[in-house]
């Protein structure tokens, strides 16, 4: 199993990003997956999740209207949207999976700053 996430970068503070996972050996439409962050001195934070294949989305309130979670089934493949970045949503972002076990992919940087 493999999850590479992608798309991070730097945005100004108003600014959006899109990060998206590209997945192999797991079936992103059948199993819970995530995005967590983790900012630098502090814990890794789960950001948005499907819990498994239902399409019931869930956002740490932080996020809630900014960021929005979606998976492509044909490209097997999840997304993170992210609009009106703020300072604080600075951190390297993490794609998850979880079927039997825990997948995790690298990080990606997403830096917000003017």
């Known amino acids: 199993v493999q999850l590479q996430a992608f798309g991070g970068g730097l945005a100004q503070p108003g600014g959006s990003l899109r990060l998206s996972c590209s997945v192999s050996?797991?079936?992103?439409?059948?199993?819970?997956v995530a995005w967590l962050r983790q900012a630098p001195g502090k814990a890794r934070e789960g950001v948005s999740c499907?819990?498994?294949?239902?399409?019931?989305?869930y956002y740490t309130d932080s996020v809630k209207g900014r960021f929005t979670i979606s998976r492509d089934r044909d490209k097997n493949m999840v997304h993170l949207q992210m609009n009106s970045l703020k300072p604080e949503d600075t951190a390297v972002y993490y794609c998850?999976?979880?079927?039997?076990?825990?997948?995790w992919g690298k990080g990606t940087q997403v830096t917000v700053s003017s």
């Open positions: 998850y999976g979880f079927s039997v076990m825990e997948y």
């Open positions: 050996g797991f079936t992103v439409g059948a199993y819970a």
């Open positions: 499907f819990t498994d294949g239902d399409d019931t989305a």
